[in-house]
């Protein structure tokens, strides 16, 4: 454990150091806080838009459904984006630069290395995510109410859970690529893979992107859990990292 600690420890300092971390979260916070502010300024925005007068009048008077769905749009949006291009250098950078022979060839498990920098991902995303939340929820609160706390902190771990998902993916191909270019292509292509099985009749329910769908409707208190698509989404992320570590293991670094 304490080499995972190590690994850990190693990858949020640089995280930190490179402002990465500091993106992630500025990214999020804003896009968190907008949305709430974008749901209920959208008709009012449109009159003042020239010759768009007629379109204000059909836009109906927003509501909490309005903002739930406008932060789960953006948070997932710029949060998918944000998870690919943060996990896709994980492995394959550290490869390119020599620095991964260097740590490996130290009594550290190839197993910790993974799992470790997995953790820094996933510990980034959810401060990140955390920031957002504490900032969507209080303009929410403020321009509609009727927000419940639980039900919010809940549809954000849902979120979290399908933002590491991708993650997890997209750092197997870190792993097994050859380049960034490669890994963040594999993990676009995932993206892009499963959105299409999701147009299949029957199949979308048991997909990651379902959570999405249970975020909403647990904000709004109505509709049921979709424990399908959690299961799913678990178990890709666990045989992603598994993945990620047999390869791992078999490469001469």
């Known amino acids: 454990m304490s080499a995972l600690w ?5 990858e949020m300092l640089e995280a930190v150091r490179s402002r990465r971390l500091l993106g992630v979260t500025a990214t999020l916070f804003v896009f968190g806080a907008a949305s ?11 009159q003042l838009l020239p010759g768009a007068e007629a379109f204000a009048a059909l836009v109906p008077e927003p509501s ?4 739930v769905a406008q932060y789960l749009k953006n948070q997932s949006q710029f949060g998918i984006l944000l998870a690919i291009l943060t996990s896709m250098g994980a492995v394959v950078q550290e ?13 550290l498990p190839r197993w910790a290395f993974i799992a470790g920098k997995f953790m820094a991902i996933g510990a980034s995303f959810l401060l990140a995510l955390a920031v957002g939340a504490v900032a969507g929820y209080y303009y929410s ?20 859970t399908w933002l590491l998902v991708h993650a997890a993916m997209t750092l197997l191909f870190s792993t097994l690529g050859r380049s960034q270019l490669v890994a963040g292509g594999g993990g676009f292509g995932m993206l892009a893979v499963l959105g299409l099985l999701g147009s299949v009749p029957g199949l979308q329910r048991w997909l990651p992107a379902a959570l999405l769908g249970w975020a909403a409707r647990l904000c709004l208190g109505g509709g049921g859990p979709a424990w399908p698509a959690l299961v799913v989404s678990l178990a890709l992320t666990f045989l992603s990292l598994i993945g990620a570590c047999v390869a791992l293991e078999r490469q001469e670094i």
């Open 6 to 10: 190590t690994v850990w420890r190693k």
């Open 36 to 46: 709430p502010l974008l749901a209920r300024l959208t008709p009012q925005i449109l």
């Open 64 to 67: 909490l459904a309005d903002a």
């Open 95 to 107: 490869k390119e630069r020599g620095t991964a022979a260097m740590v490996l060839c130290k009594p």
């Open 141 to 160: 609160e403020v321009l509609f109410g009727g927000l419940g706390l639980g039900r919010w902190l809940a549809a954000n771990v849902l979120l979290l």
